[in-house]
């Protein structure tokens, strides 16, 4: 048998795992190497693809809550961060869903199957 097993932490799962006075329990971002230009891209298309448009992701840069995309920003400066964004969703269109929520149902509706209704905006 293997005389080091004892120096393993034994595994145990997070939801059942004691907190511990010292654990922030906080997510911890660790730098990894890799290529800005690709992460840029890569970002842009990612919120492109959730449907934001250029002004909405614009607006992410400046969030602090995206710690990356500040960095991203300070990395290229305002105007090339524009510029990708611009060249990157040129002629992009992405499908927005939007639902609401009814809390009670019509009890007319019980007999009818559900509809969907699906509306295409396009761009003039």
């Keep these: ?16 795992r004691e907190n511990e006075a010292d654990d922030p329990m906080e997510l911890v971002a660790t730098p990894a190497d890799g290529d ?29 809550e995206y710690p990356a995309l500040n960095q ?10 524009r510029r990708r964004v611009d060249e990157l969703m040129c002629g992009y269109d992405a499908f927005r869903v939007r639902t609401r929520m009814v809390e009670t149902p019509d009890p007319r509706e019980d007999d009818e199957p559900e509809l969907v209704e699906l509306t295409v905006r396009h761009r003039s």
């Design 36 to 64: 800005p230009n690709v992460m840029l891209d890569c970002v842009i298309q990612e919120f492109a693809w959730q449907g934001y448009d250029a002004k909405e992701l614009l607006r992410l840069f400046l969030n602090p």
């Design 72 to 81: 991203l920003l300070d990395a290229f400066g305002p105007v090339e961060v």
């Design 1 to 16: 048998m293997c005389d080091n097993v004892d120096r393993f932490v034994p595994k145990v799962h997070p939801a059942t």
